[in-house]
């Protein structure tokens, strides 16, 4: 059964930054796209970064040069690295696994707050 477990969230002032970390376990890391989606209140579902097994990377336009995606396939771990934060990143963050065949994963998110 696949589990993934975000941790990281928290309140930061605008400006600051934020390391999220998604923890998988019920899979081998290296046969999964992985990405991390961000929900803000009253707002859709939005995909923010991803990252192949291979270590192509993919981002949003409004976190490009602000967030990066990593991951370590040998820890089972995918990391998203926000920089320059601001009040609109506001929102719960979402790791998800993806791989052909078995469907689309989710974590139970975590809340990053962008306020002064």
């Known amino acids: 059964q696949v589990q993934l477990v975000e941790s990281g969230g928290d309140l930061v002032q605008p400006g600051g930054s934020l390391r999220l970390s998604c923890a998988a376990s019920?899979?081998?890391?290296?046969?999964?796209?992985m990405a991390w989606y961000r929900q803000a209140p009253g707002k859709q579902r939005e995909l923010v970064a991803n990252?192949?097994?291979?270590?192509?990377?993919n981002y949003a336009d409004s976190v490009k040069g602000r967030f990066t995606i990593s991951r370590d396939n040998a820890k089972n771990t995918v990391w998203l690295q926000m920089n320059s934060l601001k009040p609109e990143d506001t929102a719960v963050y979402y790791c998800?696994?993806?791989?052909?065949?078995?469907?689309?994963?989710w974590g139970q998110g975590t809340q990053v707050t962008v306020s002064s």
């Open positions: 998800s696994a993806y791989r052909l065949h078995f469907g689309t994963s």
């Open positions: 019920g899979i081998i890391l290296s046969f999964y796209d």
């Open positions: 990252i192949i097994p291979g270590g192509s990377t």
